[in-house]
């Protein structure tokens, strides 16, 4: 059985940098498609980042120059960077893990305001 637990949200001011961290727990760890999602008050969900086994990444073009996804399979975490925040990246940020099933996080939320 897969878990998956975020950390690092918060409240940071417009411009500034947050990391968060996704832990996975279970095995294979490596073989996962590891992704972000998040999803703003009555908004849908949306896929930010993504970082398949190969290494293949792929971002949401809202977040492309911005955000960093990364991961370190010793440490089986999955990272993203996130510069230069604006306002609309207010939102509760997933994590995802998908290779035969998907899993969830819980969430982290990431409020960014001055």
């Known amino acids: 059985q897969v878990q998956l637990v975020e950390s690092g949200g918060g409240l940071v001011q417009p411009g500034g940098s947050l990391t968060l961290s996704c832990a996975f727990s279970g095995s294979g760890f490596s073989h996962y498609v590891m992704a972000w999602y998040r999803q703003a008050p009555g908004k849908q969900r949306e896929l930010v980042a993504s970082?398949?086994?190969?290494?293949?990444?792929t971002y949401t073009d809202s977040v492309k120059g911005r955000f960093t996804i990364s991961s370190d399979n010793a440490r089986n975490t999955v990272y993203l960077q996130m510069n230069s925040l604006k306002p609309e990246d207010t939102a509760v940020y997933y994590c995802?893990?998908?290779?035969?099933?998907?899993?969830w996080g819980q969430g982290t939320q990431v409020t960014v305001s001055s």
């Open positions: 970082i398949a086994s190969g290494g293949t990444i």
């Open positions: 995802k893990a998908r290779l035969f099933s998907s899993y």
